[in-house]
């Protein structure tokens, strides 16, 4: 470990294990009560509505991902704002277009569950998104949040708290990958899955081997001055996260950074690989031939790549950070951020920035 970094930032990020494990520990005596409540209550939505705003915005893409994947059911992500400002774009009309949009009665089906997600509860954006769901009396409203007080918390039909992730830090770091490991969890009950169940708890366990294997690597990349921009790749439950990356680099370190899809990034978005950038790309080996020859590209076009997988196996990288963790892939992904997340830190120190105090940032976003 790095005993010369000061800072709460860098203490959230190197706490992530612990708050793993205690999040998994405070839903084990809510399992019956969260299981019962979205199996009856919500009465098996048609679909799975989850919104959050920056952060937990990207948290929403991975958790939409492998919600319908672990439970069978149709889940979709957007931003706070979108439901709130568009919601005759996302809530369904009565009899078609040009029709009225539909305000369910309580004889109706509901066939929405919305999963609100914020660390803080305080979230202008989130919190009109939800006033606007429930005038449309769509369904019901799942909060996942640190905060049980706030306002959000307050009114939600079904609450999923990580106290242990609450944070100082503006830039969210244990509090997103917390909150992430809560859904998958809370998936595997509504899927009856304990044996991933059981995997996530294995989680945390891998956390320290981790980063006491890698943080010289990612302090170095950070700290290469050759590199002037940053490139996440990542697709399917890993696009997410590969976004959430992106903006802990912008955040902390106000380096230009983006994320895409692995085979999107052909598509004109690799007009901008050279010497100076490095690239990330996080690798799903039952999709990795694909993904490999994105990433040998790259590296043919100047860029260098630095890969994350399960496995060392055929990855097309100048480096590599091999998980072995042994964990199904799902439970696995959690495990893809915190070296990301300290690289961001390094690279704001290194800088002379203050990760503590992002430029221009608020740890909530209030509006008037």
């Known amino acids: 470990?790095?005993?010369?970094?000061?800072?709460?930032?860098?203490r959230e990020i190197m706490s992530q294990g612990q708050s793993w494990d205690s999040t998994l520990?405070?839903?084990?005596?809510?399992?019956?009560?969260?299981?019962?409540?979205?199996?009856?209550?919500?009465?098996?939505?048609?679909?799975?509505?989850?919104?959050?705003?920056?952060?937990?915005?990207?948290?929403?893409?991975?958790?939409?991902?492998?919600?319908s994947k672990i439970t069978g059911l149709t889940a979709r992500a957007m931003p706070a704002s979108e439901l709130w400002l568009y919601p005759d774009c996302i809530l369904p009309r009565k009899g078609g277009v040009g029709q009225s949009p539909v305000h369910f009665t309580g004889n109706e089906r509901r066939p929405?569950?919305?999963?609100?997600?914020?660390?803080?509860?305080?979230?202008?954006?989130?919190?009109?998104?939800?006033?606007?769901?429930?005038?449309?009396?769509?369904?019901?409203?799942?909060?996942?949040?640190?905060?049980?007080?706030?306002?959000?918390?307050?009114?939600?039909?079904?609450?999923?708290?990580?106290?242990?992730?609450?944070?100082?830090?503006v830039a969210q770091t244990r509090s997103f990958t917390s909150m992430y490991i809560l859904?998958?969890?809370i998936a595997c009950l509504v899927a009856d899955q304990p044996g991933l169940g059981r995997h996530l708890r294995r989680a945390g366990g891998n956390f320290s081997r981790l980063i006491e294997e890698y943080q010289v690597l990612v302090k170095g990349l950070a700290e290469n001055d050759r590199f002037d921009q940053l490139v996440f790749l990542g697709s399917g439950v890993n696009y997410g996260l590969a976004c959430e990356a992106m903006l802990k680099m912008k955040e902390m370190s106000l380096t230009p950074s983006e994320a895409f899809h692995f085979m999107e990034?052909?598509?004109?978005?690799?007009?901008?690989?050279?010497?100076?950038?490095?690239?990330?790309?996080?690798?799903?080996?039952?999709?990795?031939?694909?993904?490999?020859?994105?990433?040998?590209?790259?590296?043919?076009?100047?860029?260098?790549?630095?890969?994350?997988?399960?496995?060392?196996?055929?990855v097309a990288a100048d480096y590599h950070v091999s998980l072995r963790s042994g964990l199904d892939y799902l439970a696995s992904r959690v495990l893809t951020l915190p070296l990301l997340q300290l690289m961001a830190c390094y690279r704001s120190l290194y800088k002379g920035l203050n990760p503590d105090r992002p430029l221009n940032l608020d740890a909530v976003v209030r509006l008037d």
């Open 112 to 169: 929405y569950l919305l999963v609100a997600i914020s660390r803080s509860g305080e979230t202008t954006e989130t919190l009109r998104a939800v006033e606007v769901f429930r005038k449309r009396g769509a369904g019901r409203c799942a909060v996942v949040t640190c905060y049980a007080r706030s306002t959000l918390a307050r009114g939600a039909d079904l609450l999923l708290l990580t106290r242990e992730a609450e944070e100082e830090s």
């Open 25 to 67: 520990q405070g839903l084990a005596s809510l399992e019956a009560g969260v299981v019962a409540s979205l199996r009856t209550s919500v009465a098996w939505p048609a679909e799975t509505l989850f919104i959050g705003c920056g952060s937990t915005y990207y948290l929403a893409l991975s958790a939409a991902s492998f919600w």
């Open 183 to 185: 859904l998958q969890a």
């Open 1 to 10: 470990m790095d005993n010369q970094v000061e800072g709460f930032t860098y």
């Open 265 to 314: 990034f052909r598509h004109g978005p690799k007009s901008v690989v050279g010497p100076g950038t490095l690239l990330v790309g996080l690798v799903n080996e039952s999709v990795s031939t694909h993904e490999n020859r994105v990433l040998a590209e790259m590296r043919s076009l100047g860029a260098t790549v630095l890969a994350i997988s399960e496995s060392e196996n055929t």
